[in-house]
């Protein structure tokens, strides 16, 4: 078991689930919800309150594959705060380290979602959780965690360095999934790389960092700046590395996707779950596979999310 400390965003997540008045219509190469006019009123055919964010949803990945998980986040002393701080602690998260907002109300999504095709709309108050200055990096000194693993803070570079170079001196390990705030700073962001043991972006993210089209060709310029890179591709795969070893890997399983929330999230803290309990590095991408599939099919961010015991059957991975 190891100590993981989750550092990103904490949200109370509403769904507004329909089946006929959220369903899309195509204008041009766009799709918009077509049939809520301004004005009117609409009845939905469902509600479901859940919690999200990145930090959240990592650190519940942690802590069902039977790590010590501490979560790092923002909140306010409100309903919605209480909410999550509700579950997080019948999941058996560390929440002592959560920092609160006086000023802000803890962030909300009102997540609009069509039942039949699981196509969504996002609409997003970040409150408590749109700034991170208030981290210390010297909390890792009390934390003491095996692993930090940290999803996007806003394009706060100024915190993820404090902490990446904090993390590096105590010799704590490094995952990192950049959003795109950190994205948009480009030069700056890839100075932080080597800082960091694991790397997980997207296709389309990589892309924005060095040359190439092709997976392969991303992961040759990106390999040589950490441990561990992983680009994945949507229903693609995607394809890793670990300097010893190439995988390129198709979807755990074809299953219809009720929600994609959260779906990043879920392959990025189920590779770090599974590595960090000794897994081999083709393990954990199956892992990670399996445990994002396995949120998509479910709605709400986290409530798919896997336990360590899960027999897992093959799936499409090739060595390279």
């Given amino acids: 078991m190891a100590k993981i400390l989750s550092i990103g965003s904490a949200l109370n997540d509403i769904y507004m689930i329909d089946h006929d008045d959220l369903a899309p219509t195509e204008i041009g190469e766009e799709s918009i919800f077509g049939k809520i006019l301004v004005g009117s009123k609409v009845d939905i055919d469902k509600l479901s309150y859940e919690v999200g964010g990145g930090g959240v949803n990592s650190a519940i990945s942690f802590v069902r594959h039977g790590h010590e998980a501490v979560l790092m986040a923002n909140i306010a002393h409100d309903s919605a705060g209480d909410a999550i701080l509700k579950v997080l602690d019948h999941e058996g998260v560390d929440t002592s380290y959560m920092q609160y907002d006086e000023h802000k109300a803890t962030g909300t999504s009102v997540i609009l979602l069509n039942s039949r095709g699981g196509e969504r709309t996002i609409l997003t108050y970040r409150g408590a959780s749109t700034k991170f200055d208030n981290f210390k990096a010297d909390t890792l000194d009390l934390i003491c965690p095996d692993w930090l693993y940290v999803t996007t803070l806003r394009g706060d570079i100024k915190t993820l360095t404090s902490f990446f170079k904090k993390a590096h001196e105590n010799g704590i390990k490094i995952m990192f999934n950049p959003g795109v705030k ?42 040589g700046y950490t441990g561990i890179v992983i680009i994945t591709d949507g229903s693609m795969g995607g394809i890793a590395t670990n300097k010893e070893e190439t995988y390129r890997f198709g979807i755990y399983e074809d299953t219809k996707v009720k929600d994609a929330t959260g779906a990043g999230d879920a392959f990025g803290s189920g590779f770090l779950a599974a590595l960090a309990s000794g897994k081999s590095f083709r393990r954990a991408l199956v892992f990670a596979s399996a445990n994002s599939t396995s949120v998509v099919s479910r709605i709400g961010a986290n409530r798919g999310i896997l336990a360590d015991t899960k027999e897992l059957h093959p799936m499409p991975i090739q060595k390279l």
């Fill in 182 to 223: 950190e994205l948009a700073k480009t030069k700056e962001l890839m100075a932080l790389f080597k800082y960091i043991d694991v790397l997980l972006v997207n296709k389309q993210e990589a892309a924005q960092m060095v040359p190439g089209a092709l997976l392969e060709e991303l992961l040759y310029h990106l390999k």
